[in-house]
């Protein structure tokens, strides 16, 4: 028979490797946590319509995208492509608006789902950690979550990161420049999928990758210079504050999040060790959203960050996360006897906290030793008939080399005192 492999797109976490993603996700969660965000957890599927409101018909995630499937009851649904659509319906179902403090500050981590052509930071199925500040317009909130992902990043040991950050208007403005880049893009030439979108969703065309596309853009007209008043303070404030902060970013006026209910601030983290697929995440202001998914009013932001690029973006720079050996005393009998008595003995350990694995299968004491100094502990216990008889176990450092007699009954607050 033919043996199974992951499917197109997607690759298997796999120990060592997997705790570095473990890292990831907690040092991205951890300034979260720190600044009064609550854990949330949504359902790896929606109804599908809530992806095509929530995050838009004309979007490639949606049109090209989304994993869409119907149950054997009829029910149409997506495997989620992105996070805050399910975070948003989640909070509105819950009433979390309505029951708390605004804003609804939320986080979460999971795994996405987009039909995308694979490639190097490019999967069918990734990992993202994202937050939501729910029900409050304002510009503290907009530079609290750019600050924390900054901090994130910076925990990591990342460097060679940025932050684009750019303003995206509001209902007062936008409509004005959508109209003036509309007559702009009008007159350009173009293919017709892209004339299209012309009609439907012309600050798409800003971010159009091609270089075809790209080079006729240049004269086109820019959204800073049709803010209005409101949104220029807003966004003024935004940056003092970032900067207050001492969080470095650029200004990039092409940066858009091209559906109608981002709104204000949006912003970007690109790495630039990642070649073609720099971002690393992206997050902003999206205060229509709610009402779009049949909410009230609740003007929000968010982001979300990618956690494989994250991992991928931490190669490039060569930067080795800290990670203390998952095991920290192994376990080695000889004979029927020694394995039950240590295998108490493991359990014990684990209870009071010790990191403890121990050899299984019948080993030999050579291969079992092995085994120990593979797994990374930093002390072997070993015992056998003649151990047993004295009351004994033989404590090896396995750094050291050296060995001692332990009497049975001290080895837990020895080997607690020594590592916990
Ligand atoms: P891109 O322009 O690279 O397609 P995006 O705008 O679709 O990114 P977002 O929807 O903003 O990405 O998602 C936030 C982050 O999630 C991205 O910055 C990236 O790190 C990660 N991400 C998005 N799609 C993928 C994917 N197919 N594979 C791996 N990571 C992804
Ligand atoms: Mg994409």
């Not at 092409?254 to 073609?276: C, Q």
């Not at 956690?307 to 996360?321: F, I, N, P």
């Amino acid at each position: 028979m033919n043996t199974f492999k992951a499917p197109k797109g997607t690759y298997d976490l796999l120990p060592p490797d997997s705790a570095t993603f473990l890292a990831v996700r907690e040092a991205i969660a951890a300034p979260l946590r720190n600044s009064g965000y609550g854990y949330i957890e949504t359902p790896g599927f929606e109804n599908i319509e809530l992806f095509a409101r929530g995050v838009g018909e004309s979007t490639d995630i949606v049109t090209k995208e989304m994993y869409a499937f119907e149950t054997k009851g009829g029910d149409r649904l997506a495997l989620r492509p992105e996070g805050t659509a399910s975070v948003l319906r989640a909070a509105l179902e819950a009433n979390l608006h309505k029951t708390g403090n605004l804003p609804v500050k939320l986080w979460y981590s999971g795994s996405y789902y987009r039909y995308e052509r694979p490639q190097k930071g490019r999967y069918r199925h990734f990992s993202q950690v994202g937050a939501e500040a729910i029900g409050a317009e304002d510009p503290a909130l907009d530079a609290e979550l750019i600050i924390l992902a900054d901090q994130a990043y910076r925990s990591l040991g990342l460097r060679n990161f940025r932050i684009l950050l750019n303003s995206l208007g509001d209902k007062e403005c936008r409509p004005v420049y959508r109209a003036a880049l509309q007559e702009f893009l009008r007159g350009l030439d173009l293919d017709e999928d892209t004339r299209r979108r012309i009609d439907i969703n012309p600050l798409r065309v800003l971010d159009d990758k091609r270089a075809e596309v790209q080079k006729q853009l240049d004269g086109a007209p820019l959204l800073s210079d049709y803010l209005c008043d409101a949104c220029r303070a807003y966004h003024k404030e935004v940056r003092e504050l970032l900067s207050a902060a001492g969080v470095v970013f650029e200004d990039d006026v092409k940066l858009v999040r091209g559906l109608d209910y981002y709104t204000r601030t949006t912003f970007e983290f690109v790495h630039d060790g990642l070649g073609s697929q720099s971002a690393v995440g992206g997050g902003g202001r999206y205060d229509g959203l709610s009402e779009m998914i049949g909410g009230p009013a609740l003007p929000s932001v968010g982001w979300a960050l990618g956690v494989d690029r994250t991992v991928l973006a931490l190669e490039a720079e060569g930067v080795e996360l800290d990670i203390p050996a998952s095991t920290s005393v192994y376990a080695v009998a000889l004979g029927d006897e020694a394995k039950q008595r240590l295998f108490a003995l493991v359990t014990e350990l684990r209870k009071a906290g010790v990191a403890t694995d121990m050899a299984y299968g019948g080993k030999s004491m050579k291969a079992g030793m092995k085994n120990a100094n593979r797994s990374g502990a930093r002390f072997a216990v070993i015992a056998g008939e003649r151990d047993l008889a004295e009351g004994v176990v033989q404590l090896k450092d396995m750094e050291s080399g050296g060995q001692e007699a332990v009497a049975m009954d001290a080895v837990v607050t020895l080997l607690k005192d020594k590592l916990v």
